[in-house]
């Protein structure tokens, strides 16, 4: 399996960004993918899931009317479109699968998931 992260860069604050995780090596039917951050000296943060299959999704609450998740199936990607970007939401974002589908409950846990991606850098100014 392969993830690769793209849509990143350098924006100010307010501004949007759409990342894309693209998938390969596998039927991602069935799947749960998440995205994930990670700022410099923090801990990894959840982000937002979605059930590749059945388009449920779930967020962090600091991300809520925010960020919005979605899946092209037909181009296995995964998106994350993040809008009124803040300078604190500067980190390397990163996409995941979880193979054993979703679960609301297990979808915010990175343990969860078993493939990861290489990440791409936000950096928010402000």
């Known amino acids: 399996v392969q993830l690769q992260a793209s849509g990143g860069g350098l924006v100010q604050a307010g501004d949007s960004l759409r990342l894309s995780c693209a998938a390969s090596?596998?039927?991602?039917?069935?799947?749960?993918m998440g995205w994930f951050r990670q700022a410099p000296g923090k801990e990894r943060e959840f982000v937002a899931a979605v059930d590749w299959s059945g388009g449920r999704t779930r967020y962090a609450d600091s991300m809520k009317g925010r960020f919005t998740i979605s899946r092209d199936s037909a181009k296995n990607t995964v998106y994350l479109q993040m809008n009124s970007l803040r300078p604190e939401d500067t980190a390397v974002y990163s996409c995941?699968?979880?193979?054993?589908?979703?679960?609301?409950?297990?979808?915010?846990?990175?343990?969860?998931?078993?493939?990861w991606g290489q990440g791409t850098l936000v950096t928010v100014s402000s």
């Open positions: 090596g596998r039927t991602f039917s069935g799947s749960g």
């Open positions: 995941a699968v979880r193979q054993f589908g979703y679960v609301y409950a297990r979808m915010s846990v990175p343990e969860e998931y078993n493939y």
